[in-house]
């Protein structure tokens, strides 16, 4: 009788300070992390830091020297060949032999904006049964912060990058989201937030609402949803952490910090939310959020961190 692939979430602090995990996992999660002894994750170093931290709360079932981590398969570097079906299958072996099995993702729920999507459809395909345990995801904590439209939403993932490309996707989105009345989610990289939000400035209506999250699950997180201000473009508020906000002119770049602004009042224009994934350092992992006011102020773009 073949094992259970379990979907384990992972907490949605990467690349920032840890979070208590009793704080950001049901208990029972926990447990049943620290009984595996097979996982398949992307990195098995971090893996194995998570397995020390459910092993604060939850001793683990083997010494981690003992705990099998293998990790997800990556096409050759420059390659557009797709991973062949048998090495996601052979991930699958303990799992096949009657073994519990752990997918994790760096953060937030395995399998969603997330590489281990194919080992879950490969285990469908092989027989395994597959089990997903409750936890954090950025996208759904953001979308239910944002109030925005939570019965209409799509998730588009990246943008591309290339500005021209990039900004016929924008209005594209734009015009679906005016369209079906439905929200946009989309994700970046921490080294690109600059380049996405400039756009957004550049091509969003004046009348398309933003909802920006940032530090979810994390001490200090927030949330804040807006059109853009009376008169146009001029200048688009994005708030920092505590109630500040960066004003960033997308005609000069200036920067000015002043009080966070009142909300304004629901708008019956299309909706446009925007769900970002930012690292202490350019091209760290990712925590719980969204955006940090891509402008600079002299030193660096505010910390945060996001998955999915």
Known sequence: MAGTLLLVPAPLDL??????????LPHGVIQRAAGLG????????SAR???????????????????H???LPRPRKGSREAVPAEAWHAL?????????LGLISEAGLPAVADPGAALVAEAHQAGVPVLPLPGASSLLLALAASGLNGQSFAFVGYLPQEAAARAARIRELEASSRRLQQ?????????????LLQALLDVLAP???????????LPGGWTRSDAWPPGGRGHCRCPTAGRRYLRCSPRDGAVSAGPLPRPQPPSSEPTFFLTRM???RPGTGTAAGALAAASQTGASAVPAAAGS
Do not use: F, K, M
């Open 183 to 195: 929200t946009q989610l989309v994700i970046e990289t921490p080294y690109r937030n600059a380049a």
């Open 15 to 24: 690349g920032t300070e840890e979070t208590a995990l009793q704080d950001v």
């Open 38 to 45: 097979h996982w398949v994750a992307e990195d098995a170093r």
């Open 207 to 217: 009348t398309t609402r933003l909802s920006v999250s940032c530090g979810l699950t």
């Open 92 to 100: 699958l072996q303990p799992a096949l032999e009657g073994h519990d």
């Open 278 to 280: 930012l690292g202490d």
């Open 69 to 71: 981590i293998a990790e």
């Open 49 to 67: 830091a998570l397995l020390r931290r459910v092993h604060a709360v939850a001793p683990l079932a083997l010494p981690l020297q003992a705990i």
